[in-house]
């Protein structure tokens, strides 16, 4: 590593914080601007209102971060270079003999090190608060009753409870229906309430107490003599093993709660049979595709203020603000498109192969 890397990474990492602290401060602020009715419902008191806030956007902050992680990284590197090429240092660069490309390295080493940022951020970081991310902004704190209808559990089973307190950890009149492979419902599991208990001995880490547990099942051969409940039989249960501890209900609330997920708990709910393949295909395709994606913008975006000449910044940064919304519009529409069979992977990797000619064109044009 040269002086001079070190004097660009130097630069690249101030920016970057910057960056950083700005975007999504400003993404913070937004929100709450357009989500505070919903944080200051009710009774609540200013302090529970705040705690409310604090604790919605602690754990948020890791979900914005891996949204802008590739507009952030674009932005500090684009800084750190127009700040270079206005002060005329890129001039003193070449006339030392040194190429534009080489300049260019160590602004793609520090992208590529923000890629793995997002890719911890992702993996370990965004599974281990899902459940957080689940709530609602009138809910920061996780503190209302909800009803829970026909949660997927092991083996098939479905899972429903009148009441659910996140809080307790507790369901009121909880309803598990088991059913065949064929999904006819072969017996029923009620409790008038059922509290989570945990216990490193069970595969999920706890177990369900039930109170006033009751399985009823139909008996498989006529009986000799029906009782009053005709061939309906009936066994008290005092506990249920499931998959779905407090945790996970919480985070099934949300319509976005498998994109969450780290990839081995995606690869276990297709072996469960809990969700589609399709879908899981197309969220890993687009795990895949994002850090391809957001290096593919700093390399589209690099051209517009590597220059030989101090030039028009203003005139460059149009452009690049062009160029590199186009694809980070057509990247967040791939996102949200799913498709089945064989073109699962398309929308993820569309921008992709859209862009990639741009970025050989671009960089072969630079005058170095």
């Known amino acids: 590593m040269t002086i001079l890397d070190r004097y660009i990474l130097r630069s690249l990492l101030v920016n970057y914080v910057i960056a950083l602290g700005v975007m999504i401060s400003l993404y913070v602020v937004l929100d709450l601007f357009v989500n505070m009715d919903e944080f ?17 956007y602690s754990n948020n902050l890791f979900l914005y971060f891996a949204q802008l992680s590739g507009v952030i990284t674009l932005f500090a590197c684009l800084a750190s270079i127009a700040r270079m090429r206005r002060q005329n ?33 992702t993996e370990l970081i965004i599974p281990s608060v899902a459940h957080k991310l689940a709530r609602r902004h009138d809910d920061a704190l996780g503190h209302k009753t909800y009803g829970v209808w026909f949660l997927k559990d092991r083996d098939g089973a479905l899972l429903s409870a009148q009441k659910f307190d996140p809080a307790t ?21 009620q409790a008038e309430e059922a509290r989570w208990r945990p216990d490193e001995a069970y595969a999920a880490g706890g177990v369900w107490e039930l109170q006033r547990g009751e399985m009823r099942a139909r008996r498989t051969s006529p009986p000799r003599h029906l009782g009053p409940q005709g061939d309906v039989v009936r066994e008290a249960v005092r506990r249920y093993e499931s998959d779905l501890h407090p945790e996970a209900i ?18 276990e709910l297709v072996e469960k049979g809990k969700i589609g ?62 498709m089945e069979g064989s073109l699962a992977a398309l929308p993820s990797w569309l921008p992709i192969f859209l862009f990639t000619p741009v970025v050989v064109v671009l960089l072969d044009r630079i005058k170095t």
């Open 169 to 189: 950890r507790t369901m009121k009149r909880m309803l598990v229906m088991f059913r065949d492979e064929t999904g006819e419902v072969t017996h029923v599991l």
């Open 89 to 121: 240092e890129m001039t003193a660069i070449l006339a030392s003999g040194v190429s534009l490309y080489r300049i260019a390295a160590p602004v793609i080493a520090f992208g590529l090190l923000t890629s793995t940022l997002w890719f911890l951020d």
């Open 250 to 267: 919480q985070l099934r609330q949300s319509s976005q709660w498998v994109q969450h997920l780290a990839s081995h708990q995606l690869e």
């Open 277 to 338: 393949a399709a879908r899981i295909q197309h969220i890993k395709h687009g795990r895949f595709a994002t850090p391809i994606v957001n290096l593919i913008l700093l390399l589209l975006g690099l051209p517009f203020m590597l220059g030989a000449t101090p030039g028009n910044i203003l005139n460059d940064g149009a452009g690049c603000l062009a160029v590199c919304g186009a694809c980070f519009l057509i990247s967040f529409a791939g996102q949200s498109m799913s």
């Open 40 to 56: 200051t419902e009710g009774d609540a008191s200013t302090g529970t209102v705040i705690a409310g806030i604090l604790s919605y």
